[in-house]
């Protein structure tokens, strides 16, 4: 700690390199967990010196020293922030996350660097405009900041700032956004792991109606120039297109994205990416069973989460014809005005690739069930349960308008489930092994776990018509169970 608190001779990369070996050395804050003596240790009194816990006292002292560290490496950080490129400040700040420091000043000042980095690359492009000489390529290693942000640049920074929990300046928040969108057609196009990151960030920092949605958006006050109308939509587009080319993105990257296009405001990119991911999966159980569970599930939850938010929110969209808007909260979240522009993704699916989206997910799943935790599981047999619902309406099955892109499932044609029947066709038997691993843990779920698995339970009862007798013994045992485990958990005097 001596060698890397003598800070005030490092450049950006010796300080980079110090920030990166104190985090691997363990010199990070509340990292250190008490260890447990061995049994047979702690009971002998022959114990030697060194194999003592050390006193409290002796932890105090070591936590104060990693405390002054990391102070002298973020005071240096914030002095070489002129000269720390994008990539650089991105693995500085990365690196105090990994450390649990979260100092203000600095995020503060990196901040600010960013909005005078931003102010002198103006100026100097209006002097040239004026001039009218050519711009100069600023070389890889030179002028920090001042070179001009790339769309991972803008996506990495305020992922950075968004692992701080940092939003107090908003306006460098802003310019990141700004930029990112400006790259979407630059030279170095955001890829879709880019996009993924950056509006994963946004949710983080709750910042989603920053940048405008589909619905409305036309209308919204073109002075408000911190808002950024149209960018959600022109990044999902992006990403959209690039994974239609089967663009490399990886799984975590993909699941995110789902995840973050159910928590921004609705838009017709944003269903329509969601459908496509959807129909990637749908008749296709290989496919879900090479993803992991957590992953397949939480983009199982993202569908339904889409669908949800619509029903919560008013809809307000323009129509073509008419200058009024029309306003609706339907009663199911797969049931809304079709003269709306966003539609909801159980209603582009439709009847059919529901049924062939829960299929595979429900056998992909059953396959690694070896790999579910209990809030995975709850999670699994919830959103299979949501989507089963809403494929089982009646209306649904008719106002269901195949979408033009659906893919065909010939290939898994000849294969068969558990109960003999042809591979397209769902039944509720395919969410056994799911039910059964709840019946098992229940008496270890937590009480919120457990009213999340009787919630599911109940929805899936309420098809208990079309079910099959074996799944409905299943069902039965399992209500049986979860009223015996809530009962034995609620107070006596309640």
């Known amino acids: 700690m001596m060698t890397w608190g003598a800070t005030a001779s490092m450049g950006p990369r010796e300080l980079l390199d110090a920030v990166d070996r104190a985090g691997q050395a363990g010199a990070g804050l509340h990292q250190e967990r008490p260890q447990q003596m061995p049994r047979i240790m702690s009971d002998s009194s022959n114990m030697s ?3 003592r816990p050390r006193p409290r006292a002796v932890r105090v002292v070591a936590d104060d020293e990693k405390r002054r560290l990391w102070e002298r490496l973020s005071c240096r950080c914030q002095a070489l922030l002129p000269e720390l490129t994008p990539q650089e400040l991105c693995r500085a700040l990365f690196g105090f996350h990994r450390a649990r420091w ?3 000043a600095l995020l503060s000042a990196a901040c600010e660097e960013l909005l005078e980095a931003e102010s002198t690359r103006e100026e100097e492009g209006s002097q040239r405009d004026e001039s009218g000489s050519e711009p100069q390529e600023l070389s890889s290693g030179s002028e920090g900041l001042r070179r001009r942000l790339t769309a991972n640049d803008a996506a990495l920074l305020f992922k950075a700032l968004a692992k701080h929990g940092y939003r107090e300046n908003l ?6 956004l700004r930029q990112a969108g400006q790259e979407l057609d630059g030279a170095v196009a955001a890829t879709p792991a880019d996009i993924s990151q950056l509006l994963s960030a946004v949710v983080r920092l709750g910042l989603g109606s920053r940048l ?3 619905q409305g958006e036309e209308s919204w006050d073109d002075a408000c120039e911190w808002l950024h109308p149209g960018l959600l939509r022109r990044l999902l587009a992006s990403a959209r ?3 239609g080319r089967d663009a490399h993105m990886p799984a975590s990257d993909l699941t995110n994205l789902c995840v973050a296009i159910a928590s921004l405001p609705p838009t017709t990119e944003g269903s329509l990416f969601l459908v496509d991911v959807a129909q990637r999966l749908q008749g296709r159980p290989d496919r879900a069973g090479a993803i992991s569970p957590r992953d397949l599930v939480r983009r199982l939850q993202s569908f339904n989460a889409f669908d949800e938010g619509l029903r919560r929110n008013v809809c307000r969209q323009p129509l073509e014809s008419e200058a009024e808007t029309v306003d609706t909260i339907s009663s199911a979240p797969w049931k809304v005005d079709r003269s709306l522009a966003v539609l909801p993704v159980r209603e582009r699916l439709g009847r059919e690739s529901l049924s062939q ?9 059953a396959r690694r069930t070896s790999e579910l935790d209990p809030e995975t599981n709850v999670g699994a047999v919830e959103a299979l349960a949501a989507l089963q619902a809403a494929f089982l309406d009646p209306e649904l099955q008719q106002e269901q308008t195949p979408t033009s892109n659906t893919r065909k499932t010939s290939s898994t044609a000849g294969e068969n489930d558990a109960t003999g029947a042809q591979s397209t066709d769902w039944h509720p038997v395919l969410l056994d092994p799911l039910l059964a691993l709840l019946l098992q843990r229940l008496p270890s779920m937590s009480q919120t776990l457990l009213q999340r698995t009787d919630e599911a339970r109940r929805m899936l009862s309420q098809h208990s018509a079309t079910a099959d007798p074996l799944s409905e013994t299943l069902l039965a045992e399992l209500s049986a169970a979860l ?12």
């Not at 306006?171 to 990141?176: G, S």
């Open 49 to 51: 010196r060194q194999s």
């Open 241 to 243: 297109t690039e994974v």
């Open 102 to 104: 979260v100092d203000e």
């Open 483 to 494: 009223a015996r485990e809530l009962s034995s958990r609620t107070p006596s005097g309640g």
């Open 171 to 176: 306006p460098a928040l802003d310019l990141l």
């Open 357 to 365: 989206l829960c299929r595979a997910a429900a056998l992909g799943l």
């Open 212 to 214: 405008g949605g589909g």
